[in-house]
């Protein structure tokens, strides 16, 4: 179990408290780090994201921000409700903040010494960080230069406190074709959470690994995840199929010969 | 015909106090629903689906009632950012003017109120 709080433990790690997904970081993410969870429309980036902030609040006294650039905070409380967390209630205990703006006010404020991102940090002694999502910062500019730079000032001005957060980036593709930097984001970060989209027997089902956790062993395996009334699951690993992130599939020889065995 | 009797006190004088236009309805409604919204007039004005030369000198207003707080920050294209402050007792009246807006006949008082008082402007 995981209810303890995050200093008794590895001091390097922060736990995300989203089942199965510890295990695979080694513990839990790097303390004061960054990591961004990449992934189409619906894979559930958002979902993990709030879970992580949610866990970190109700398992670990650790209170913690969330910066939404897309979708209105009455959104994301509906939708944090549906996997079981109630953000309303953590805000009222000020132990959350639900930030809506939009990336360039953003990005000034975090420039702004004493700007409203620093006293929000201070106010709530914020420990954990959610933004949704990074490829909002694309409406400041179309220049990659330029985009690289904003988004290195971003991320480093979050790392100015004692925080670990992660961040959303939303890939083009739904299956198939996978990118692995836009404007450098996955250079920048410590750990890349990678979210696919998988065609199994005519349904579509979720897959998470782990692209990148610097300095760190992890687990390598594409395990199978769920979203639930009561948060994420990450499951077992898609065993007996290869294939997997071309989003199609296809049963292991073995596991094909057995199948044709017991027609 | 409209019996503005009907409409609960408390809501009434809200409305009278507050609700000077269908924008301030929006901004409120929307902090309400938004509280740690951080914006620029373009921003906010995008997010309630109204232009943001017509919802600044509404923002203005709410700023001086002090439901809003106001910071500007110098620089390339420097601008006015916004925020929410309501004191709690200004937070439960939007409750109930929420909630008066889901029945139609206090709706329609509501809506009767705010079109004379853009009639007036």
Not at chain 1, 251 to 259: D, G, N, S, V, Y
Not at chain 2, 3 to 22: G, T
Not at chain 2, 95 to 110: N, T, W, Y
Request: net charge negative; glycine share 8%; hydrophobic share 40%.
């Amino acid at each position: 179990m995981v209810n303890k709080s995050a200093s008794e433990g590895d001091k390097t790690r922060v736990p995300t408290g989203i089942k199965g997904l510890d295990d695979m970081l080694g513990g839990g993410l790097l303390c004061n780090s960054i990591a961004v969870i990449k992934g189409a429309p619906g894979t559930g980036k958002s979902c993990i994201g709030m879970e992580y902030i949610a866990r970190g609040i109700t398992a670990y006294n650790e209170p913690g921000l969330i910066i939404t650039f897309e979708e209105f905070p009455r959104q994301l409380y509906r939708d944090a409700l549906a996997i079981g967390f109630d953000l309303r209630e953590y805000e009222k205990e000020n132990k959350l903040r639900t930030i809506f703006t939009t990336p360039a006010v953003f990005l000034r404020e975090i420039q702004q010494p004493g700007g409203i991102f620093d006293r929000t940090i201070e106010e709530i002694s914020a420990k954990r960080v959610f933004v949704d999502s990074m490829t909002q910062l694309e409406r400041i500019t179309q220049d990659p230069v330029q985009l690289r730079e904003i988004m290195y000032t971003f991320l480093n001005g979050l790392l100015r406190y004692d925080i670990t957060a992660m961040v959303t980036q939303e890939d083009a593709f739904i299956t198939g074709n996978m990118s692995v930097a836009e404007a450098g984001l996955s250079y920048i970060v410590d750990t890349i959470i990678q979210l696919r989209y998988v065609e199994i027997s005519s349904t579509i089902q979720r897959a998470l690994f782990i692209l990148k956790h610097r300095a760190s062993d992890h687990d390598k395996s594409i395990k199978r995840m769920l979203i639930t009334a009561s948060g994420i699951d990450v499951q077992t690993a898609f065993e007996g199929r290869e294939g997997i992130l071309s989003g199609n599939p296809y049963l292991t020889k073995r596991l094909k010969k057995a199948e044709e065995f017991f027609k | 015909m409209l019996d503005f009797e009907n409409l609960d006190p408390q809501v009434s004088l809200f409305v009278d106090e507050y609700i000077d236009s269908f924008i301030t309805w929006d901004l409120i409604l929307f902090f309400h629903e938004n509280p740690y919204t951080v914006g620029s007039p373009s921003s906010i004005a995008m997010s309630i689906g109204r232009l943001g030369s017509d919802i600044e000198p509404f923002l203005e207003r709410l700023t001086e009632k002090g439901i809003l707080s106001c910071e500007f920050r110098a620089g390339n294209g420097a601008e006015a950012i916004y925020a929410y402050k309501p004191e709690a007792d200004f937070e439960k009246s939007v409750v109930e003017f929420k909630r008066a807006l889901k029945d139609r006949a206090s709706r329609l008082i509501i809506v009767s109120k705010v079109l004379q008082k853009e009639a007036r402007r």
